[in-house]
């Protein structure tokens, strides 16, 4: 049967509107997706530097960070791209012919012109941090320290770089920025932001203690809950929108190499001859020091005793237990004015939380490999006595490769770390595994450098930069999807109510 003429003709008419909106829809659609792709298109990426100098007493180190310009404020962006180790001592080391301090830097700002494009280095700032080893100098010979700082300083304003200074940090900022830096790094800033804090229940992540050993003093830096009892050991930061009660201390002459000074110097009561028999050095080991250079240091000059040999032959006998007793013997335990005190008389309130244990820490019981995470205390001691135990001869077989300076040292180093956990900050086999021993973090080195130059550049913001809860991707995609869904439910919602006579049982 022939389908009447006007029939036919709006059957034409509606099979054209449909085609007509399909065509829409489908252009509609690709426009989307188009938007959502250019719109997500990764920007040109601009990248800042920075170097930071960490002059410490036992060597310097260059470091350069690396960031997305348009991220400063975000946690977790800057990245350590390149460290270099600076030839020779520390720079407190060349207190009687100060030019050297500053040449001694030449090589290694010679390798951050080629690690850095040129066009950028006329805005990257260059900061030069000094620690114990310069504020052992001021205290011996404030003239000699300053001469030190001009040096470098002059040095550093030669190479085209945005020159920011060069200054002797105290302990609280060298505890302080090893704090901001291992958390900055670990990503325990970054928690109040985004739809997690609106979970129920939802714990922001906790902040992880810093403990640092350097070469002449320590730091002891974590977030505590009890009340801060002295003034000197108590900061208060403001970081991303959350207030931290931060409780620091810096124990001068306590870092590894000053303590084996003091461990020495106490021995040297009983010495009647020039030979000292040591029992932190193992057996067979043997080296000659001048009490002269062993008493320059105003760590020791208490208990210099005038009638000491010029010169000592320092002879290993390996004995952990006796060396124990040495090393305990530098901490004093007896007076405490506070409700709780570590050691020396200085406050310290209850243990709280993990911490990451840098520097000396890791350099020490990443040798002995003792940086496993599930190891007991008791098992720590045993691996260290075991060492201690073995003739320096088969030590020196086993290990060519390592400086004889560090090699030697590792009997009395793990011993000292053990103790001033132990002994001095009061961690015990409950707790021994909350210390996490960190060399790096996501392949920038723990430290206190890292912080430094946040803070100093205005990178870490009081609160937290708003950002919108989706990210941009996240936003497109949810834009394309329910546009679709809204095309989708408009087109059924026209088919059904407005059925078009072409789609009439019968017609089609
Ligand atoms: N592979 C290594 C490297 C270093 N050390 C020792 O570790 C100690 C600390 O080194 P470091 O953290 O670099 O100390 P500094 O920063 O130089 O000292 P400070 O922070 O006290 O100024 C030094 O005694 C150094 O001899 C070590 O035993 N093994
Ligand atoms: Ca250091």
Redesign the pocket.
């Known amino acids: 049967m022939d389908e009447p003429k006007a029939a036919k003709q709006k059957k034409t008419w509606h099979k054209k509107v449909i085609i007509f909106l399909g065509a829409l829809f489908v252009l509609g659609v690709i426009s989307l997706v188009a938007i959502a792709v250019v719109q997500n298109k990764p920007l040109p990426k601009n990248i800042k530097y920075g170097i930071v100098l960490?002059?410490?007493?036992?060597?310097?180190?260059v470091y350069i960070y690396e960031w997305p310009a348009e991220k400063e404020n975000d946690t977790g962006v800057v990245q350590q791209i390149n460290e270099c180790k600076v030839e020779g001592n520390?720079i407190s080391s060349y207190g009687h012919e100060p030019l050297k301090a500053g040449l001694s830097l030449q090589k290694c700002m010679n390798k951050a012109r080629q690690v850095i494009p040129e066009k950028q280095q006329r805005e990257t700032p260059v900061y030069l941090g000094?620690?114990?080893?310069?504020r052992l100098l001021r205290l011996t010979n404030a003239t000699m320290a300053e001469e030190v700082l001009s040096s470098v300083e002059n040095t550093l304003r030669s190479f085209p770089f945005d020159f920011q200074g060069a200054r002797i940090i105290t302990g609280q900022e060298?505890g302080a920025y090893g704090w901001i830096t291992i958390n900055y790094l670990l990503g325990n800033f970054i928690q109040d932001s985004g739809w997690f804090k609106y979970i129920p229940n939802f714990k922001p992540t906790e902040t992880s203690g810093a403990l640092?050993?350097?070469?002449?003093?320590?730091q002891i830096t974590f977030e505590s809950k009890r009340e801060i009892e002295s003034q000197e050991n108590s900061l208060h930061f403001r970081l991303y929108g959350k207030s931290y009660d931060i409780y620091t201390h810096s124990f001068l002459c306590y870092?590894?190499?000053?303590a084996l000074r003091l461990q020495i110097a106490n021995s040297i009561k009983d010495a009647t001859d020039s030979i000292l028999l040591d029992p932190c050095f193992n057996s067979g080991y043997r080296r000659n020091a001048s009490t002269n250079d062993l008493y320059s240091s105003p760590c020791i000059s208490k208990l210099r005793i005038p009638t000491a040999p010029s010169t000592l032959d320092i002879r290993g006998t390996g004995n952990y237990q006796l060396c124990k007793r040495n090393v305990q013997a530098i901490f004093n335990r007896t007076h405490c004015t506070y409700s709780h005190c570590s050691f020396n008389g200085v406050f310290q309130p209850s243990l709280d939380g993990t911490f990451g244990a840098f520097?000396?820490y890791y350099?020490?019981m990443n040798?002995l490999n003792l940086t496993n995470e599930q190891m007991s205390l008791d098992k720590v001691k045993e691996t260290v006595e075991r060492h201690c135990s073995r003739p320096w001869d088969e030590v020196k077989k086993d290990f060519p490769k390592?400086?004889e300076?560090?090699l030697s040292?590792?009997c009395f180093?793990g011993t000292y770390i053990l103790n001033l956990l132990e002994y001095g900050y009061g961690f015990s086999s409950e707790n021994w595994n909350d210390i996490r021993f960190l060399g790096k973090i996501k392949d920038s080195d723990a430290?206190w450098t890292l912080g430094y130059m946040l803070n100093l550049t205005n990178m870490i913001p009081a609160e937290l930069p708003y950002s919108p809860p989706l990210s941009h991707a996240g936003y497109t995609g949810l834009m394309v999807f329910f546009s679709i869904l809204l095309v989708c439910i408009i087109l059924t919602c026209w088919l059904s109510f407005r059925k078009p006579k072409c789609l009439h049982k019968g017609i089609i």
Do not use: C, N, P, R
Not at 130 to 134: F, K, L, S, Y
Not at 212 to 218: E, F, R, V, W, Y
Not at 255 to 258: F, L, V
């Open positions: 960490d002059a410490g007493s036992s060597h310097t180190s520390g000094a620690t114990a080893g310069m060298e640092d050993l350097g070469g002449a003093s320590t870092g590894k190499d000053q520097s000396a350099f020490v040798f390592i400086k300076k560090y040292e590792y180093s430290g």
